[in-house]
């Protein structure tokens, strides 16, 4: 069992910049791939970012890469998620997430375990 908690959400002006925190605790941090995804009002959950295990792999949405950088802290059981230039498209909960596997996958339904979620709101 993985519990997580998010943190780090608020409201920001366009061009801003945040950063999520999720702690983990319960089971080896180190063995799970983690997962950043993100809902708006109205829309299905998609995947934002993720990180392998070790960290030595990453990957992104064509929407944020470039402006997201995921990170991850074995030694903390916490991975990160800095956000720059952000845009009001990027309004929506932002979830932690912790996968099982070796590799990174993209569909949420892979993902195991889940935190409650912290609401970040970019004005224009």
């Known amino acids: 069992q993985v519990q997580l908690v998010e943190s780090g959400g608020g409201l920001v002006q366009a061009g801003g910049s945040l950063r999520l925190s999720c702690p983990a605790s319960g089971r080896a941090f180190n063995s799970y791939t983690m997962g950043w995804f993100r809902q708006a009002p109205g829309k299905e959950r998609e995947f934002v970012a993720a990180?392998?295990?070790?960290?030595?792999?990453?990957r992104y949405a064509d929407s944020v890469r470039g402006r997201f950088t995921i990170s991850r802290d074995n030694a903390k059981s916490t991975v990160y998620l800095q956000m720059n230039s952000l845009k009001p498209e990027d309004t929506a909960v932002y979830y932690c997430?912790?996968?099982?596997?070796?590799?990174?996958?993209?569909?949420?339904?892979?993902?195991?375990?889940w935190g409650q979620g912290t609401q970040v709101t970019v004005s224009s």
């Open positions: 990180i392998r295990w070790d960290g030595g792999s990453t």
């Open positions: 997430a912790a996968d099982r596997s070796l590799g990174i996958r993209l569909g949420a339904t892979m993902y195991e375990y």
